[in-house]
């Protein structure tokens, strides 16, 4: 019985110890779940675009899609949301958001981290905060938008990326939906036996970045979540700085059902058209 019982010591250990290397060494593939192929493109919806390549390094590039509002402002004083994906999929799985930002107004570039789509490379968290800086040059240096006219937009994983780029450059707004406080907490979340702080080669720690800034902030997430717990969304709001709002949603992680749900789209546009009121 002794040995039996070391025996089965052993292999309990042995295969922590397995999961624990490989949720180390393999944390790349756990975090990031691009796609190469386009679901759809804007021309099947006649959506007028411009498809962006933006140099990221002296050999890559990382790919995006410019849409323009329909409307008569010039390029400089018109808002033009900068939209930052999650971890799956690629931008033609984000045109359902790119058709709401052009009805409320706004122009928005949609683009692609390195390994997405048709963007040269692989994903990091480095990489994702430096690809989303590039967009936003490209937005300043060739269109001539001014900074007071960008609104950062980012969705789950892409709230952390928007978060970080909100600290290094000035902007009029910030959205955070559907997002996490840390990948700490996801980490601890998703595989609560095992010593996760020590695991993590990611930080993607928007709970300590977000109350530094000072830009207005649009935090929204879905009480249906599945993924991502509706309380780290109140813990993202409660550490903003007014002037801020929270809406809550409804529907799962990756349904957008809230597209159409009035509450969200006011405040949405509020906060684009630089009218966003301070939490009551």
Same mark, same amino acid.
């Given at each position: 019985?002794?040995?039996?019982?070391?025996?089965?010591?052993?292999?309990?250990?042995?295969?922590?110890?397995?999961?624990?290397?490989?949720?180390?060494?393999?944390?790349?593939? @756990?975090?990031?779940?691009?796609?190469? &192929?386009? +679901?759809?493109?804007?021309?099947?919806?006649? !959506?007028?675009? $411009?498809?962006?390549?933006?140099?990221?390094?002296?050999?890559?590039?990382?790919?995006?899609?410019?849409?323009?509002?329909?409307?008569?402002?010039?390029?400089?004083?018109?808002?033009?949301?900068?939209?930052?994906?999650?971890?799956?999929?690629?931008?033609?799985?984000?045109?359902?958001?790119?058709?709401?930002?052009?009805?409320?107004?706004?122009?928005?570039?949609?683009?692609?981290?390195?390994?997405?789509?048709?963007?040269?490379?692989?994903?990091?968290?480095?990489?994702?905060?430096?690809?989303?800086?590039?967009?936003?040059?490209?937005?300043?240096?060739?269109?001539?938008?001014?900074?007071?006219?960008?609104?950062?937009?980012?969705?789950? @994983?892409?709230?952390?990326?928007?978060? &970080?780029? +909100?600290?290094?450059?000035?902007?009029?707004? !910030?959205?955070? $939906?559907?997002?996490?406080?840390?990948?700490?907490?996801?980490?601890?979340?998703?595989?609560?036996?095992?010593?996760?702080?020590?695991?993590?080669?990611?930080?993607?720690?928007?709970?300590?970045?977000?109350?530094?800034?000072?830009?207005?902030?649009?935090?929204?997430?879905?009480?249906?979540?599945?993924?991502?717990?509706?309380?780290?969304?109140?813990?993202?709001?409660?550490?903003?700085?007014?002037?801020?709002?929270?809406?809550?949603?409804?529907?799962?992680?990756?349904?957008?059902?809230?597209?159409?749900?009035?509450?969200?789209?006011?405040?949405?546009?509020?906060?684009?058209?630089?009218?966003?009121?301070?939490?009551?």
């Amino acid at each position: 019985m002794t040995r039996m019982l070391l025996w089965s010591v052993i292999v309990v250990a042995g295969a922590l110890l397995f999961i624990c290397v490989t949720l180390y060494f393999y944390q790349t593939k @756990l975090v990031f779940y691009p796609t190469r &192929e386009f +679901a759809i493109t804007p021309s099947q919806l006649q !959506l007028p675009y $411009e498809d962006v390549y933006i140099n990221v390094t002296a050999k890559e590039r990382i790919h995006s899609w410019y849409f323009p509002a329909n409307n008569p402002d010039s390029v400089k004083d018109r808002p033009v949301v900068l939209f930052c994906h999650g971890n799956a999929g690629n931008i033609s799985h984000r045109l359902e958001t790119a058709e709401l930002i052009l009805h409320l107004g706004a122009s928005i570039l949609l683009f692609d981290y390195r390994g997405y789509g048709k963007s040269d490379g692989s994903p990091s968290e480095e990489n994702v905060y430096t690809d989303a800086k590039a967009c936003y040059n490209w937005l300043v240096e060739q269109k001539g938008v001014r900074p007071e006219n960008i609104i950062l937009f980012g969705r789950s @994983l892409g709230g952390a990326v928007a978060i &970080e780029l +909100a600290r290094r450059v000035k902007c009029s707004g !910030l959205v955070v $939906e559907s997002s996490f406080t840390s990948a700490a907490e996801m980490g601890k979340k998703m595989f609560p036996l095992f010593p996760i702080k020590y695991l993590l080669r990611y930080k993607f720690d928007s709970i300590r970045k977000i109350g530094a800034l000072t830009c207005p902030v649009l935090v929204t997430h879905s009480l249906d979540d599945e993924i991502i717990p509706f309380e780290m969304g109140r813990q993202l709001f409660a550490v903003a700085n007014d002037p801020k709002q929270f809406v809550t949603l409804r529907g799962g992680h990756n349904e957008w059902e809230y597209f159409a749900d009035t509450a969200y789209t006011c405040v949405l546009s509020d906060l684009i058209h630089g009218r966003l009121s301070p939490s009551r």
